[in-house]
């Protein structure tokens, strides 16, 4: 079975400074991991995703994810965060050896003040 | 142009209803997808089409019956609707069927049943 978990619901961060949103797996077989973002009243949008080769993935609007797979994390970060950031993050996780569908995670909302 | 179209954008209906959401994708992709994402934002497979073939029915309740007339288009027909169907409903696509492939979601319909 495959699993993801987003521990925080919320994160809130000051313009201009850096945010991590975190994200754990637990799947049998190497990890398929994906971030996507759901603005309001949107549908959700992919940011990057991790298949294999560089831990360190670089995906839409400045954002990156480091895999890191002692720790079975792949957390979501941008060095300098914007108002215009602030959505809901979803974390979603396959694997090689299960289902081709994504799991996703709870979401976590990402606020960032002015 | 809209990658991921779905009709209507709200639907607010009775229970004990019938009403069909409709889902087109002009990608080009084999694969769609129905998400049901409750009131706390928790995203939920529903079912998968390849080619217009059904490969993914996630214990939905039978009321629920998706039609692919072809692989552009997946609508989703509701019978007797209950309370408990109120939610937000997103189609999505991916090239194929296949484990790491990015989903491109369409912009939702909000139901509410009264």
């Known amino acids: 079975a495959q699993s993801v978990a987003q521990p925080e619901d919320q994160v809130n961060v000051a313009e201009g400074n850096p945010l991590t949103v975190k994200c754990t797996y637990s799947v049998s077989g190497n990890p398929y991991l994906f971030w996507y973002v759901q603005y309001p009243n949107r549908g959700l949008q992919f940011l990057l995703k991790?298949?294999?080769?560089?831990?360190l993935v670089k995906g839409s609007y400045g954002f990156e994810a480091e895999f890191n797979k002692s720790q079975t994390s792949f957390h979501l970060k941008k060095p300098s965060a914007l108002v215009s950031d602030s959505a809901l993050y979803f974390c979603?996780?396959?694997?090689?050896?299960?289902?081709?569908?994504?799991?996703f995670g709870r979401g976590t909302s990402l606020i960032v003040h002015p | 142009d809209t990658a991921v179209s779905q009709t209507p954008k709200y639907l607010v209906t009775q229970m004990g209803n019938d009403k069909s959401i409709k889902c087109e994708q002009n990608?080009?992709?084999?694969?769609m997808y129905w998400y049901k994402q409750d009131s706390k934002k928790f995203l939920k497979i529903m079912f998968s089409?390849?080619?217009?073939?059904?490969?993914i029915n996630e214990t939905v309740p039978n009321r629920f019956s998706p039609k692919s007339p072809d692989k552009a288009h997946l609508n989703l027909h509701i019978n007797s609707l209950e309370l408990g169907d109120s939610a937000v409903y997103f189609c999505?696509?991916?090239?194929?069927?296949?484990?790491?492939?990015?989903?491109?979601f369409g912009p939702g319909t909000r139901l509410l049943v009264l």
């Open positions: 991790y298949i294999t080769g560089d831990n």
């Open positions: 979603a996780v396959t694997t090689g050896g299960g289902s081709y569908i994504p799991t």
């Open positions: 990608l080009g992709h084999d694969t």
């Open positions: 089409y390849n080619n217009k073939e059904l490969i």
């Open positions: 999505a696509s991916s090239q194929e069927v296949r484990r790491g492939e990015t989903q491109y």
